[in-house]
């Protein structure tokens, strides 16, 4: 499928700095994560995940069906702008990329747009902690369709009050956060998001969802994204919540697990390195590989264009976050 002509759309999947990407688990459930995606000139989007989050590209083997949808504008300099859902199909091959040069491209926005990059091959010890980081799958995802969306209208702090257990756990994650994505599934089984607001508690352990109308919206396994990030796409930040949405006066969801809330204190975040580190090395050890060299020359070589075009800033001092799933 060609790729729309609209000016408007085409420069929301060019500026926005992530998008929020759905793949479907073992059980089905439409799951999604926010991530880079770079539309290329085939009309393809390509899309990268580290060996240590390689979640995605276990779900993509198993089912191709995926979705994007672009509806965080921070630092992309739009206002007003409509969300873009793409849905497609995906393929990742069980090959490790660990030379950037390939996807110059790519790899030269995360690093303007995301200047703590730098900090991952800076000196000799950096490079033998984050070397995971460009033990890279590649996810190229062919669309079938695009639907735009207008903007979330600006939504209301969720009502007070909170239910027991996983429920109320739940609202107060989300509640964080002005907005949601929710992931369902069409008819077809394809994964579709779109923005919506958590209102409040609902009956019988549920949350109370301000969904906009859409007559393509079904009842069943779903999931709720929320997530943020700054204007240099740092103080990384999100929480997954799957579950069933249940139709009633309003819909509802009904939480089941809370994934990815992580734990942003220095100690939280040397746990989560660690184990991205032990998911990396279960990675290679399931098929027998040897750890790769990463081409740190082309690391560098990009790093140098980078801040000789002016559009790289030296990384802030502070504690280490995982930059991008």
């Not at 796409?233 to 949405?245: F, K, N, P």
Request: net charge positive.
């Amino acid at each position: 499928m060609s790729q729309p002509t609209d000016p408007q759309v085409l420069e929301v999947v060019d500026r926005y700095r992530t998008c929020e990407f759905a793949t479907l688990t073992r059980s089905g459930v439409p799951i999604a994560w926010p991530t880079a995606a770079l539309l290329r000139d085939d009309g393809t989007f390509l899309v990268t995940t580290s060996i240590a989050l390689p979640q995605k590209a276990y779900n993509i083997r198993r089912d191709d069906r995926v979705a994007m949808l672009f509806s965080e504008p921070t630092a992309s300099g739009l206002v007003g702008a409509p969300q873009v859902l793409v849905q497609g199909r995906a393929g990742c091959p069980d090959e490790i990329v660990t030379d950037v040069s390939g996807d110059v491209e790519y790899w030269r926005r995360l690093h303007e747009r995301q200047p703590f990059n730098a900090l991952y091959s800076r000196n000799a010890l950096t490079r033998r902690f984050f070397d995971w980081y460009y033990m890279r799958l590649h996810i190229t995802v062919t669309p079938t369709s695009w639907t735009t969306r207008p903007p979330l209208p600006a939504g209301r702090p969720p009502a007070a009050g909170s239910p027991d257990g996983l429920a109320g756990r739940a609202l107060a994650q989300l509640a964080g956060y002005p907005s949601a994505v929710l992931a369902t599934r069409t008819d077809d089984g394809m994964p579709s998001l779109r923005r919506v607001h958590v209102t409040g508690p609902g009956a019988a352990g549920r949350l109370r969802l301000d969904v906009p109308p859409d007559e393509q919206l079904r009842e069943g396994p779903a999931s709720l994204l929320a997530h943020g990030h700054d204007e240099q796409l740092w103080s990384l930040r999100s929480v997954v919540v799957t579950g069933e949405l249940i139709p009633a006066d309003v819909w509802t969801f009904r939480p089941e697990r809370i994934v990815g809330a992580g734990d942003a204190s220095p100690v939280g975040m040397l746990r989560e390195l660690g184990r991205l580190r032990r998911t990396a090395k279960g990675y290679l050890e399931k098929r027998s590989l040897p750890r790769p060299s990463i081409a740190w020359s082309s690391v560098r070589a990009l790093g140098d264009d980078v801040r000789a075009g002016g559009t790289g800033r030296r990384p802030e001092p502070g504690a280490v976050r995982p930059s991008s799933r």
